[in-house]
């Protein structure tokens, strides 16, 4: 079965989208709840100051240096965890994932669907005043702000744009059709691409190597900075290989033990080289 992105600018219903289509298709519905869930699962405290909010700012101008040497290292143990997770509901297979850049972790699987929901500023004002009943100055505010926060967001995680069309496989004008008309094109083409790429075991398998891969590099990063930047393979099978140096014998045992420890790990083969002669 294929999987579905979706992403959308505020006031374009994508909850309601999201919810239709899933319940159309049998799939269920990852959000923010469940994402963070499934981060929360995984045995690494994230470092305080890893909210939306600090990710935003980090994508602007005027932060500090200092600022942003901690928020890197807080933001690349974040952005392996939540690609983990990702990965992780992708193999699970049947999902309908929400927003968290899942488009652009996902970008070279072939059984994924990618869907960006859009509508001019207009509507999208109309929408924010009738939902949440808003004066017209402070909902065309409310939707500059969060458009600013949502495209800062994705820039400081990923690097890239929310808006560029190579992140998508279909973009839909939510002006022109109803929730249901637009949940049943997304419904027909999903169908379409389950006949034209269907998902295999190895998919499956493949997606959650790369989760543990993922899992593997949030840990190293947050816990041994000093082989933060190891190359890690994991196998469909739970081998995890990892490449990398340090400077003593008992690091890389150190190291071998912690991720001996994380699930769904079946083997460890250490390729660290130690290049001291010390223990």
Known sequence: MAIITLSWQLGCLGDLVADEAANQLGYKVFGKPE???????HDVQLSKGTGDDKFVQAAGEEIQPEAFERLRRNHTTYVHLLTSSIYHIASQDQAVIKGHGAQIVLAHQAHVLRIRLTGSFDFRVSKAREQQHLSQSAAEELVRKDDRERMGLIRYLFQDDSSNQNWYDM?????????????ETIVSAARALEAHSPTTEDDRSGLGALALANLVKAVLHKEM??????????????IVTIYGNVALLKEKDRVERRIRSLPKVSDVVNNIKVLSLLT
């Open 225 to 238: 900075p000093f082989l933060s930047n190891a190359e890690v393979i994991a196998s469909t099978g739970g």
């Open 171 to 183: 973009r839909i004008d939510v002006e022109k059709f109803a929730v249901n008309g637009i949940a």
């Open 35 to 41: 994402i963070d869930a499934l981060i929360a699962q």
